[in-house]
């Protein structure tokens, strides 16, 4: 062998065991070059969102091809306590980031626009065959092309208020949401069928699920409009703030059992109620009144 040639190989085993580790390295280094760098803050909001959306795409599984709409709904309400965690944790880290935030709206209209239009096709079919089975109708149009099209505004709507919420935040302030939120939506969907499911209605009283559709369009619409609804803030009164505490850490222990969706509903709709009827105008009206001073 020629002694230039014999000079470019390895001839100590140290020589030979460093060789391969360091084509491996460079390979890695040259893989990692492909991808985004990302601080190391940022990931554990992301991966919370993430898992977020697999639950809401779980949840379009489960009531459309197997046919479990409990274990449907269930993965929508863990998906609102995901969706609330993420920013918390973010915040904790100093981790907040555009991505962050459009990610997010993407899990959102996966866990809270097309998980709860799938379960109410699914449970209204279901439940419900003479309003909305494949031979009933609506005002003389197939009952399963009129379900499927509120579903789909349902769906459609929760992406349109996910875009206007990212492009209004800053104009209307950080106390309110003009409409209701995705989250919320979402969550009374899923924790009204579940009332009504655990407790026998839908056999008893089918006609219950029959409107369930409709309650889809009317929060489709409540979704986009322009109500004033005060985000939930923690109190500065020490009661009123242990009070919020305990219902909190009552949500995040009861809905991973698969229990309180009781409490879920009746949260949601006392807070949407004195939102909607009470603090959110007058929020509005204090807004206005300092942005014309």
Not at 104 to 120: E, N, R, V
Request: glycine content about 8%; aromatic content about 10%.
């Amino acid at each position: 062998m020629p002694a230039r040639t014999a000079n470019l190989l390895p001839t100590s085993p140290t020589a030979l065991s460093c060789a391969p580790a360091g084509t491996v390295r460079w390979l890695c280094r040259s893989a990692l070059r492909l991808f985004d760098s990302v601080p190391l803050r940022t990931l554990p909001p992301n991966v919370i969102t993430a898992t977020a959306m697999a639950f809401g795409l779980s949840s379009v599984y489960q009531s459309l091809a197997v046919g479990d709409l409990q274990l449907a709904a269930w993965f929508v309400l863990l998906s609102v306590l995901l969706d609330k965690l993420d920013g918390s944790v973010a915040r904790l880290l100093k981790g907040s980031s555009e991505f962050g935030v459009q990610f997010d709206s993407f899990s959102d209209a996966t866990a809270f626009g097309i998980a709860p239009a799938a379960l109410i096709f699914a449970a209204a079919r279901a439940f419900a065959p003479a309003q909305w089975g494949p031979a009933a109708t609506v005002m003389g149009v197939s009952a399963t092309a009129v379900l499927a099209a509120i579903c789909l505004s349902y769906a459609v709507m929760t992406a349109v208020r996910l875009a206007k919420f990212n492009v209004t935040t800053a104009a209307i302030g950080p106390a309110l949401f003009l409409g209701l939120p995705s989250t919320l939506s979402g969550g009374l969907i899923c924790s009204a069928f579940l009332a009504v499911h655990e407790h026998g209605i839908n056999v008893s009283q089918p006609w219950i699920f029959s409107a369930f559709p409709w309650l889809l369009l009317f929060n489709a619409a409540l979704m986009v409009c322009n109500l004033p609804l005060p985000k939930f803030k923690a109190s500065s009164q020490p009661a009123l703030r242990a009070f919020q505490v305990a219902c909190g850490l009552a949500v995040y222990v009861l809905v991973p059992l698969r229990l309180g969706f009781g409490v879920v509903l009746v949260l949601l709709l006392g807070y949407l109620a004195i939102g909607f009827a009470w603090l959110g105008p007058r929020l509005l009206r204090q807004s206005q009144q300092t942005g014309q001073s």
